[in-house]
């Protein structure tokens, strides 16, 4: 299978038949690749060269390790436009799958000074603080907390929480959602976001703190999410000047 002639590496080319051999799904997310022994006799190398290969594919995402148990293949990432201002309800619809929420806590507090002066109100106004797990197939992707001012949605209850917040500020406050200031950092998932999440300890995370403002500049949402960097990407289009 493999090309000895080549001037391709063998680990290159055997990087490359295993892409190839998860495109065409005979692989499947979750499932284990043969072993070291296995792969050495199909493609008739060291054991050293087929470590590299997989070595490579582990750094590059595409296969995983679990200590004691094997290499794995890897979930495709979720593909996240940084271009439109959505929601994850509606996200998750548009790829097809079953959008769902965990509400781990609804509770008000006052605002202190950082956040107040983020949502444009009064250190010390009432804000809703929510945390959400938010699930895709009943997977979960991302926890979310959210900071709302109270005055602007007084009649916000767990119930509307528990579905889409933006359908609600859309269509029951008749609110329109105009831009948002994001931004994004790498962090690595602590006691309550692994559990959350149901991920290792010091799983890759990706922050996100999202600041919503309605068309009339209105900050109404300041957002602290913690996505799974094993199961997202985030692409944006960027032009010279
Ligand atoms: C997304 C937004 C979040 C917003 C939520 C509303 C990011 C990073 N965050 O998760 O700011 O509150 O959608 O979702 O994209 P919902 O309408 O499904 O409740």
Do not use: C, W
């Not at 043969?34 to 750094?59: F, W």
């Not at 929480?161 to 602590?190: C, H, M, P």
């Amino acid at each position: 299978m493999l090309n000895k002639q080549s001037p391709l590496p063998m680990y290159y080319q055997i990087e490359e038949d295993i892409r190839q051999r998860i495109a065409k799904q005979e692989f499947f997310p979750g499932e284990a690749i043969p072993s070291e022994r296995s792969l050495t006799e199909t493609y008739d190398v060291s054991r050293m060269t087929v470590r590299q290969a997989v070595n490579n594919l582990v750094q590059e995402g595409l296969l995983y390790r679990e200590k004691g148990k094997g290499t794995f293949i890897a979930e495709t990432k979720m593909e996240q436009p940084l271009t439109g201002l959505t929601s994850f309800t509606e996200d998750m619809k548009r790829r097809g799958l079953k959008p769902g929420n965990n509400l781990l806590s609804f509770d008000v507090k006052e605002a202190g000074s950082k956040l107040a002066a983020k949502l444009q109100i009064e250190a010390g106004e009432r804000v809703f603080e929510v945390k959400r797990v938010r699930l895709a197939d009943e997977v979960p992707m991302a926890l979310e907390t959210t900071f709302i001012p109270y005055a602007l949605m007084p009649g916000l209850t767990q119930a509307h929480i528990q579905q889409s917040f933006y359908a609600y500020v859309e269509s029951e406050l008749g609110l329109t959602i105009g831009r948002a200031e994001q931004a994004i950092e790498a962090s690595l998932a602590d006691e309550a976001e692994a559990d959350a999440l149901a991920i290792p300890l010091h799983a890759a995370l990706l922050g996100i703190e999202r600041l919503t403002f309605t068309t009339d500049n209105t900050p109404f949402e300041l957002v602290q999410s913690a996505y799974r960097a094993d199961r997202y990407k985030f692409l944006a289009e960027i032009k010279r000047n």
